[in-house]
T-cell receptor, first 116, second 112 residues
Framework: GAVVSQHPSWVICKSGTSVKIECRSL??????MFWYRQFPKQSLMLMAT?????????EQGVEKDKFLINHASLTLSTLTVTSAHPEDSSFYIC????????????FGPGTRLLVL | GEDVEQSLFLSVREGDSSVINCTYT??????LYWYKQEPGAGLQLLTY?????DMKQDQRLTVLLNKKDKHLSLRIADTQTGDSAIYFC????????????FGAGTRLAVHP
């Protein structure tokens, strides 16, 4: 149980385009979903926290107009990188938290974004 | 704010035990977590420990928690090459249960 999927697993796009990444909890309802960004050989940086049906809470320094988050249902959250630039290239990982013991966050496999 | 620190690298011989250490600053954390990340993949939850426990064992994994010293460790017995990965310690942010604060990750290399 507690499987989280992400789609796509990798994407290459041209500078200026927008990219949407989906995060789904497959076998549980996620009351909260999180979006992280990870640079090579570094730890995870939390970008935003989203609760179903409400606006996402962004971490300091993360542009909400740049990284649009929609948490449309208890099993789906999307991250849209708008007008992507090469510096947005990164590994984006989502996680979902339901009501499991330990309030555990379960992570998706990640999406590698390369902006040319 | 909350700070979580880990050593960056650990090298062990196959069959030996590995001990990965983590220190944190906030003492109000209720659950503390260990995650494993293999190259190019997301994070896999390995185990977690509730703050009122000193030790938790799960097959080859043993978690030790010293609340007084704010020190968490993960011991992997009989380390195998498949255990080579990055291990992250994660602690809930004191301002709420929503956020996890991650350590920098310990890269475990297992050699024959």
């Amino acid at each position: 149980g507690a499987v989280v999927s992400q789609h796509p697993s990798w994407v290459i796009c041209k500078s200026g385009t927008s990219v949407k990444i989906e995060c789904r909890s497959l076998d549980f309802q996620a009351t909260t979903m999180f979006w992280y960004r990870q640079f090579p050989k570094q730890s995870l940086m939390l970008m935003a926290t989203s609760n179903e049906g409400s606006k996402a809470t962004y971490e300091q320094g993360v542009e909400k107009d740049k990284f649009l988050i929609n948490h449309a249902s208890l099993t789906l959250s999307t991250l849209t990188v708008t007008s992507a630039h090469p510096e947005d290239s990164s590994f984006y990982i989502c996680s979902a938290r339901g009501l499991a013991p330990g309030e555990t966050q379960y992570f998706g496999p990640g999406t590698r974004l390369l902006v040319l | 704010g909350e700070d979580v620190e880990q050593s960056l690298f650990l090298s062990v011989r196959e069959g030996d035990s590995s001990v990965i250490n983590c220190t944190y600053t906030d003492s109000s954390s209720t659950y503390l977590y260990w995650y494993k990340q293999e190259p190019g993949a997301g994070l896999q939850l390995l185990t977690y420990i509730f703050s009122n426990m000193d030790m938790k064992q799960d097959q080859r994994l043993t978690v030790l928690l010293n609340k007084k010293d704010k020190h968490l460790s993960l011991r992997i017995a009989d380390t195998q090459t498949g255990d080579s990965a990055i291990y992250f310690c994660a602690v809930p942010f004191s301002g709420g249960y929503n956020k996890l604060i991650f350590g920098a990750g310990t890269r475990l290399a297992v050699h024959p």
